[in-house]
C-alpha cells in the first residue's frame, strides 16, 4: 500500500518538474535514486505491521491475519496513521501537482494561440516583436502532455478506489456504531483492490500499439487453437 501510493506521487513529481520547470529536469536526472528512496520510506512506514498484525485462529481451524491494537486507542491511532500517509498527504501532493501542471498547461494554450494569431496576422509595427516574444517561449511537446494526462488518469483511478475504502476505515475506526457487516460498508473497502487491476489497462489504452498487440495476438492464438482441434 505504501509503495504504490509513494511511486504514484514521485511519478506525478517528475511530470510536475517535466512540464512546470523542464530544464531544472533535464538536469537533475536521479530517477533510480528516488525510486530506491520511495521503498525504503515505505518499507520503514509498513514496519509496526510486522508488529500488529499475526496470524491468528479466528474459528475452529480457521486462521486469519489479526491485528492486536492498544486498548481503547490503538486501533484509532493505527487506522488514523495510515489514513494520514498513504491517503490524505499523498491526495494533497497530488493536488499541488496537477494543479501546477493544469495551470502551465492552459497557458501554453493560450501561448500557442497567440503565436498563431501572430503568424496569420499581415507583418505591420511591432509585429516582428510580438512574434519572436511568443516564439521565444518553450512550448509544450505533445509527448509530455500525453504522459501528463496518463498519469493524471492513474491519480484519479487510485482516489475513486481508495476514497471509500479510507471513509469506511476511518467510521469503522472512530464510531462503534458503524455498520461494519453491512454490504455496501463491504463492497467499499474491497474496491481499493480493483485499483491496481486498473492500472494495466490504463497503460495499454494510452500507449496504444500495447492494447493493439494484445488483440492480435489472442486472436492468433484463437486461430491456431481452432486450427488444431480441427486437425
Known amino acids: 500500500m505504501f509503495a504504490s501510493t ?12 517535466a512540464i512546470c520547470q523542464p530544464l531544472r529536469s533535464l538536469q537533475r536526472r536521479k530517477d533510480h535514486v528516488y525510486v530506491v528512496a520511495s521503498w ?3 518499507l520503514l512506514f509498513s514496519l509496526p505491521q510486522v508488529y500488529i498484525f499475526s496470524l491468528r485462529e479466528v474459528g475452529s481451524g480457521v486462521y486469519d491475519c489479526w491485528g492486536d491494537f492498544v486498548q481503547p486507542w490503538g486501533a484509532k491511532a493505527y487506522v488514523t496513521w495510515i489514513s494520514l500517509t498513504i491517503y ?10 496537477y494543479g ?35 516564439s521565444s517561449v518553450k512550448l509544450i511537446s505533445r509527448a509530455k502532455i500525453r504522459t501528463a494526462k496518463m498519469t493524471f488518469v492513474i491519480v484519479l483511478a487510485y482516489v475513486i478506489c481508495w476514497t471509500p475504502f479510507f471513509i469506511v476505515q476511518m467510521w469503522s475506526a472512530w464510531d462503534p456504531m458503524a455498520p461494519r457487516e453491512e454490504m455496501a460498508f463491504i463492497i467499499a473497502m474491497l474496491l481499493a483492490s480493483l485499483n491496481s487491476c486498473c492500472n494495466p ?6 500507449a496504444g500499439h500495447l492494447f493493439r498487440d494484445l488483440l492480435h495476438r ?14
Open 6 to 17: 509513494y511511486l504514484l506521487v514521485l511519478m506525478s513529481i517528475d511530470r510536475c518538474f
Open 40 to 42: 525504503i520510506q515505505s
Open 88 to 97: 490524505i498527504i499523498p491526495v494533497a501532493i497530488l493536488s499541488v501537482c
Open 100 to 134: 501546477l501542471i493544469s495551470f502551465k498547461i492552459w497557458q501554453n494554450i493560450k501561448l500557442k494561440t497567440r503565436r498563431d494569431q501572430c503568424i496569420s496576422l499581415t507583418p505591420g509595427p511591432g509585429h516582428c516583436t510580438a512574434l519572436s516574444c511568443v
Open 201 to 206: 489497462w490504463i497503460y495499454m489504452f494510452f
Open 218 to 231: 489472442c486472436l492468433t492464438m484463437s486461430h491456431c487453437g481452432c486450427g488444431e482441434q480441427q486437425q
